[in-house]
């Protein structure tokens, strides 16, 4: 039996996370749709592939990091919606609220993949930050989607939603 832990480093844009609570929980979740037949009911009997979405989860103990106001604000300043009808990122980055999310890890004695990317990484539609203004430590919940890929010069990347080496 192999059991695999160690800590990561965490960039968002280039810029630095800091520490996290318990690190980066990286999650997934496929959706199908499901293919009954009259003669079992609602037994499903097979299933369609209709993709995945990827989304990570994280508390950061350093406010001021410097990547916490792009993961906090993505579409500007403080305080400030952005440009509404914006979309997160367009092909070529000309537009981007998202960026890339990089984990390194710490010891490569340790298991586990020495780098992973996930390159476009914006905050999570609909997800409450909450940022504390009283004595005590500020922490930061973060919810970040990642999107695949999908730009169609590229097709050997389409559908992918980072790497990991």
Request: charged fraction near 15%; charge should be neutral.
């Amino acid at each position: 039996m192999t059991f695999v832990a160690g800590c990561y480093t965490a960039t968002f844009k280039t810029l630095r996370i800091g520490h996290t609570a318990e690190g980066i929980r990286l999650g997934q979740q496929l959706f199908k749709r499901l293919i009954t037949s009259d003669r079992l009911g609602q037994s499903p009997i097979n299933a369609i592939n209709q993709g995945m979405e990827m989304l990570s989860n994280f508390r950061c103990l350093e406010f001021d990091a410097a990547a916490m106001q792009s993961l906090i604000w993505p579409f500007g300043s403080a305080f400030n919606c952005g440009l509404v009808g914006a979309v997160d990122w367009t092909p070529g980055g000309s537009t981007n609220a998202a960026g890339s999310l990089v984990l390194t890890r710490l010891n490569s004695s340790l298991g586990g993949p020495a780098t992973i990317t996930l390159p476009q990484s914006v905050l999570q539609e609909n997800f409450p930050v909450e940022l504390l203004y009283g004595p005590d430590l500020r922490e930061v919940p973060i919810r970040l989607r990642h999107y695949p890929l999908y730009d169609d010069s590229s097709p050997s990347t389409m559908g992918s939603f980072g790497s990991s080496t």
